[in-house]
């Protein structure tokens, strides 16, 4: 679409994996990728930076970053005057507290704090940022971590013999394990995400799907879009 961007990365495998991939779809001249650290680097010493831009997308980062308002502010100095700063992040919708699983997949994932929508929407206005929209579709994400996760836990064999078991172990017990403690809301019956999600189910166990999946777990984390 003729769009210009500048995509940043703190860990030099991901930079060189973004790199990578704009090669391959061949977007080396639309895209610069920069290893950075948007809480704390210049941001105004960006390629691009000196015009300004007129939209900042932030997918599934900003959780990790424990200083939102250095983080923020960082990121309306780059901004044009009515630039557009678009999140999709983790938040808290329940402050209800959290069971062990949850508190595990919290520090699995790398979040570093627990924001409730109040508490993300003072950080914005403190860095000067209006908000326009804030939605939690954390039903829409516990489908897609559940398909997710049921896909992955049908290829155990597939992958074990391709990859071995620890590589397993890995990769399953946070995509077909902690990441559905995360995100359980299917608003489905349990017989109904038994027949939808079969190998999850056993992954989990039944009494932990039913346990999380039919409200014995109230769903504390939400996908948030600002």
């Known amino acids: 679409f003729g769009a210009e961007g500048v995509a940043i990365y703190p860990l030099e495998r991901y930079t060189q994996l973004q790199q990578r991939i704009d090669q391959l779809c061949g977007l080396e001249e639309q895209i610069t990728v920069v290893q950075a650290d948007a809480a704390t680097d210049d941001l105004a010493r960006l390629p691009r930076a000196a015009e300004g831009f007129d939209a900042i997308y932030a997918i599934l980062s900003f959780l990790h970053i424990a200083d939102k308002d250095a983080l923020l502010a960082n990121c309306r100095k ?64 516990s489908r897609f971590v559940w398909d997710r996760g049921n896909a992955l836990a049908s290829r155990e064999a597939e992958l074990k013999a391709a990859y071995g078991e620890d ?25 109904a995400v038994k027949a939808t999600y079969p190998h999850a189910v056993a992954q989990l166990g039944e009494a932990q799907t039913e346990r999380f999946t039919q409200g014995g777990v109230r769903q504390k984390f939400g996908g948030a879009y600002i």
């Open 78 to 141: 780059v901004l044009k005057p009515g630039g557009r700063l678009y999140i999709e992040d983790w938040a808290i919708q329940d402050t209800t507290p959290f069971t062990p699983e949850e508190a595990e997949a919290e520090q699995r994932v790398g979040m570093t704090s627990r924001l409730t929508q109040a508490e993300y929407q003072a950080h914005l206005h403190q860095a000067g940022f209006a908000v326009s929209d804030f939605q939690f579709r954390s039903q829409q994400w």
């Open 167 to 191: 590589w397993w172990q890995a990769w399953s017990s946070w995509g077909a394990q902690y990441a559905l403690y995360a995100f359980h809301d299917l608003n489905m019956p349990l017989d």
